[in-house]
C-alpha cells in the first residue's frame, strides 16, 4: 500500500492506509516517514495513533519524524499520545530531543495510567542518551503507579547502570500488590545478572503465587541472576 494514501481526501481510506503501513513498515521503510509525519497532524485522532505506531515500528530510520513525535505527545486524545511516547522509544538515542517532553509525561500524575509508564519506558530506551531523566527517574521509583516504578526501574538500568538503586526498587515492587508490574520486573531483572542477587528471594515468592504459564519466566530470570553454569537454559514461553 502507497504510504501517499494516508493523506487521502476520504477519512476511511486514510485510517485503512495509516492501519496497513502500521502492520506493514520495516525497519527500511524510510520512504514512507514523510507521509507518516505529514499523518500525524491529520483531524481524526485514529489517523494520528496508526501513524505514530506505524513510524515506531520503522524505529530508528525514523529519525526525521522526531520533532513531530514530540508534538503528539501533547495530543489531546490519550492513545495518541501512548503511541508517539512507544514511537520515540523505539526510535532509540536518535530521539534524544524527546527527552524532556518524555519527562514532563512520566512526571504528570494528571496523566493516564496508559501513557505514563510508556513514556517511562522510553526513556530507558533512549538510553545513555537520557542521562538528564536520572533526577526525575529516582522520584519515579516512589510513583503511586507501580507501573511507573518498574519502568523507572528498567530504565534507570539501561541508563546508568546503577544496581544500588534498582535492586531495592525492584525487590519492593515483586513484593507488591500489582502483578502487571510484578512481570514486567521479572521480563528484565535477569539483565542485571549477579547484581540482582538479593531478588532471588522475592522472585521465589512471586513464582509460587503466579498462574502456570508465567513461572518458566520467573525461573529463567532467577537462573540468569545465579549464573546457572552448565544448566540448560530455562526457555519460557512467549508472553501473551
Request: charged letters at 25%; proline letters at 6%.
Amino acid at each position: 500500500m502507497s504510504a501517499t494514501r494516508v493523506r487521502d481526501a476520504d477519512i476511511k481510506v486514510r485510517r485503512s492506509a495509516s492501519n496497513a503501513l502500521r502492520l506493514k513498515v520495516r525497519p527500511d521503510s524510510k520512504d514512507a516517514v514523510p507521509n507518516l509525519v505529514k499523518a500525524l497532524k491529520d483531524k481524526d485522532h485514529e489517523v494520528r495513533q496508526f501513524s505514530a505506531y506505524a513510524l515506531g515500528n520503522i524505529g530508528p530510520a525514523a529519525d526525521e519524524a522526531v520533532s513531530a513525535l514530540i508534538d503528539c505527545c501533547r495530543d489531546k486524545n490519550e492513545t495518541v499520545r501512548y503511541a508517539a511516547s512507544m514511537a520515540l522509544g523505539q526510535i532509540g538515542p536518535r530521539a534524544k530531543a524527546g527527552v524532556p517532553t518524555l519527562i514532563q509525561v512520566m512526571s504528570n500524575a494528571y496523566e493516564s495510567r496508559l501513557v505514563r509508564p510508556a513514556a517511562t519506558e522510553a526513556l530507558g530506551q533512549i538510553g545513555s542518551d537520557a542521562l538528564e531523566a536520572i533526577p526525575a527517574l529516582k522520584v519515579s521509583l516512589n510513583d503511586s503507579d507501580y507501573r511507573v516504578r518498574a519502568e523507572a526501574a528498567y530504565a534507570l538500568w539501561r541508563i546508568d547502570q546503577d544496581s544500588d538503586l534498582v535492586v531495592p526498587a525492584v525487590i519492593e515492587i515483586l513484593n507488591g500488590n500489582d502483578f502487571l508490574a510484578e512481570r514486567r520486573v521479572v521480563q528484565f531483572v535477569g539483565e542485571l545478572g549477579s547484581k540482582a542477587k538479593p531478588v532471588v528471594p522475592a522472585l521465589i515468592q512471586v513464582r509460587e503465587k503466579e498462574v502456570d504459564w508465567f513461572r518458566p519466566h520467573v525461573s529463567a530470570a532467577i537462573q540468569k541472576i545465579e549464573g546457572g553454569e552448565g544448566e540448560k537454559p530455562i526457555v519460557a514461553p512467549p508472553m501473551p
